[in-house]
């Protein structure tokens, strides 16, 4: 039979709340359960689908970036190749902006290295190392910048649907599919 502590169950409650807070303390998985996993993401991955809110990542970009030019035979493609610790991240989006006489090919480039690791089961926490952007009309940069700053750690969900790959970081979701 349990002895009595004199300590209500609301107390008790309160006790686990302040002692099991993110900010004090992580989840780490073992090495024979991290290496496996490590191993299955290594490898080039290319994003099958990007949708930021339900909504596909082209269209928004063209939205926000371009302030909802015209953007003819718009193309999206994304590539994650993951090694050791690093991830290279490509990206590229390419059309004809504008219409007639005014228009012109349009090319954004963006290429970063990430440093990653696992944050728990589930969880890849990863932090942009060094990058650039480049945007190119008619075959000029109109606008190049580099990485500023490496930035905070972004934790970032995962998950295999099949032989798939799921990424997830709130609204934003990509599926990518191995690379031969």
């Not at 686990?16 to 490590?38: D, H, Q, V, W």
């Not at 050791?84 to 228009?103: H, M, P, Q, T, Y």
């Amino acid at each position: 039979m349990a002895k009595r502590t004199g300590v209500t169950s609301s107390e008790i409650t309160e006790r686990i709340k302040s002692a099991g807070s993110a900010e004090r303390g992580s989840y780490n998985l073992s090495a024979a359960t991290a290496e496996p996993l490590r191993r299955k993401l290594r490898g080039r991955w290319t994003v099958a689908s990007h949708e930021v809110a339900g909504e596909a990542y082209l269209g928004r970009f063209i939205a926000r970036s371009l302030k909802g030019l015209l953007l003819r035979q718009g193309a999206y493609r994304a590539e994650y190749e993951f090694k050791d610790r690093l991830c290279l991240k490509r990206v590229e989006i390419s059309g004809i902006l504008g219409e007639g006489e005014e228009s012109a090919v349009y090319r954004y480039r963006l290429g970063v290295a990430l440093s990653w690791d696992l944050a728990g089961p589930g969880l890849l926490s990863i932090r942009p190392e060094l990058g650039y952007q480049c945007t190119e009309i008619g075959g000029d940069a109109a606008a190049v910048k580099e990485l500023d700053d490496a930035g905070e750690d972004v934790l970032v969900g995962f998950r295999f649907d099949g032989s798939d790959l799921v990424l997830e970081e709130g609204e934003d979701r990509k599926i990518l599919e191995r690379m031969p």
